[in-house]
């Protein structure tokens, strides 16, 4: 009788327990519903006037979203060909192809910005914000295109000084050409990926974009560049 | 005379030295144009790198398109 009435009087909590939750949670769906009735209801009898301000509001955090866009690229092709013009013992065909992407993406920022101060609605500004993303995402891609083409000259000058090294003294060279033969297979995968993007929609492009690391490769570079010192310094 | 006729052979000498132990010292060109070139691809990669934050730009700017797309 005693063990019933435990059992009785338990159930009974739960009962109350979980009818406290049910009730509650039933509460605040009707609440968020109402809520959203209401936002609903307050939305389309907003008057005009609000309702431009609305737009007005976000037309101006569209426009200085694109001006401060179109300053960062500026300041990207400045820094860029700052660092270019340090460099000169780079191939000239390897500083004139960046500085060809340079120079196409400064003439079209310059008709962005033009477009942008002449723009009348968000659509307009629409349109400079699609222009703006298709040429930076071309930008991009180009620039990473002509870093793997770095890498490839790279592979073949490190394969004929290892060759030079085999010959001109004998070393023995298999550690190298295993290191190299690893960057090669990494070398060729960058490129698949890059070969993969041009088929990539906006958005799908802008994901693999930034996910293109060269970290794993330039880690690849500095031990070949390491076993390859090692080689000529005991040739010397 | 002989004493400076002397001193320029031993000068001389000592050049000749010099010389050879520095061609000795010296990398064949093709390492040389190796070192040069992993120079150029570690810059190469300092640029590109710069130019990648471009991306997030577009980033920034796909998200501000769809914000007033949304308020529209």
Known sequence: MNKFLKIFFLTLILISVFSVQANADL???ISNS??????????????????????????????????????KGN???V????????????????VDQLRGELDDLDKFLQDEDTKLKQAKNIDDLKDIANALVVEMQKVVFDAQVIALKNVDIFINKADSALLVL??????????????????KSKLDE???????????????????????DPQ????????????????????? | MRKSFFLLFLLLTVLIIMVSCKK???????????????????????IVSQINTLNNTTQNISEAEAQAENAQ
């Open chain 1, 166 to 183: 085999q010959t001109t003294c004998g070393a023995d060279i298999t550690q190298a050409q295993i290191q190299l033969g690893i960057l």
């Open chain 1, 75 to 77: 300041e990207i092709i």
């Open chain 1, 79 to 94: 820094n860029v060909n700052q660092a270019l013009d340090l460099q000169i013992k780079m191939p000239q065909d390897i």
């Open chain 1, 216 to 236: 794993e490769i330039r880690t690849e570079i500095n031990t070949l560049k390491t076993e390859i010192e090692t080689l000529s310094t005991s040739c010397q």
């Open chain 2, 24 to 46: 000795e010292l010296a990398l064949p060109p093709e390492v040389e144009e190796f070192n040069q070139s992993f120079e150029n691809v570690n810059t190469i990669f300092d």
């Open chain 1, 34 to 71: 109402q809520a959203q009735e209401k936002l609903q209801q307050i939305q389309q009898n907003l008057p005009d006037e609000v309702e431009n301000q609305i737009s007005a509001k976000v037309y101006q955090i569209f426009y200085t979203i694109l001006g401060k866009a179109i300053n």
């Open chain 1, 190 to 212: 960058y490129e698949n990926q890059l070969e993969d993007q041009q088929k990539l929609s906006k958005e799908e492009m802008q994901i693999k974009l930034a996910n293109f």
């Open chain 1, 27 to 29: 509460k605040s769906k």
